[in-house]
């Protein structure tokens, strides 16, 4: 007797619901990204490592003394601010922890610190694909030259009515 395939077996049809197929899915290639273009989950990656980084007891969540010592090493990246700008900064990053702490338990989860980088994200990508184009970055500087040229960062104010 010779082998027949089996028809397609399809889900019963319920009242006005599009057919449901069986055929497996294949996935797309992703086109390689421009220079300077970023997915969504390429940016969580790089929010995940930056909270790693300053998570330094890695219990899962930044205190506010590891949020300090970060922004400490990053407000002396280039050359030390004057204490009077320093202090400044830190007085911002002190309130930046606080409207991203949303729980208010005095520490921050990934997901917490996710939260705005990912809007700011959101908000630039405009045709909403998933990925940032260097053209989109570049017209979100350009609505809001206040946004730091590298975009969104762990724990960043977003500017005051955005």
Excluded: C, W, Y
């Excluded at 989860?109 to 405009?126: C, G, H």
């Excluded at 989109?136 to 005051?160: F, R, V, W």
Aim: hydrophobic fraction near 40%; charge should be positive.
């Amino acid at each position: 007797m010779p082998l027949v395939a089996a028809p397609e077996k399809k889900a019963p049809a319920k009242k006005n619901a599009a057919p449901v197929s069986t055929k497996p899915l294949v996935a797309r290639p992703t086109p390689p990204l421009a220079t300077g273009d970023i997915t969504r989950t390429q940016m969580m990656a790089q929010i995940k490592k930056t909270f790693e980084l300053a998570d330094t007891n890695h219990d899962g969540f930044i205190s506010r003394a590891e949020f300090a010592k970060r922004m400490t090493v990053i407000l002396n990246r280039d050359a030390p601010p004057t204490k009077e700008d320093a202090q400044r900064m830190l007085d911002a990053a002190n309130r930046a922890f606080n409207n991203v702490d949303a729980n208010h338990d005095g520490k921050l989860s990934l997901s917490e610190a996710s939260v705005r980088p990912l809007k700011a994200f959101d908000m630039m990508d405009t045709n909403h694909d998933g990925i940032l184009t260097a053209a989109e970055k570049a017209a979100a500087h350009q609505d809001a030259p206040d946004l730091p040229a590298n975009g969104p960062t762990l724990g960043q104010q977003q500017p005051p009515g955005r």
